[in-house]
């Protein structure tokens, strides 16, 4: 189950890695292992009220569990 759980979001968090993982648009300097556990954690929530697509509505979700977990944005080198 834990392997095609990994498999089916596998795009999902590479998507969200590349906007909250180092680097990323909005760098949270999340791990891939941290977003694949809010990614799961906002999947089985019984509170979810959408079908999951994929897209950027669950992208900012998963944005939304990181920030309870105590994950912010960090701050960007200025120019």
Known sequence: ???????????????CHSFYGQGGIYDMGVSMTELYEAAATYLLSPDREVEFEGDSFDREQVREILHSWGFNELAKAKC
């Open 1 to 15: 189950m834990a392997d095609q759980l990994t498999k089916y979001l596998k795009p999902f968090v590479e998507y």
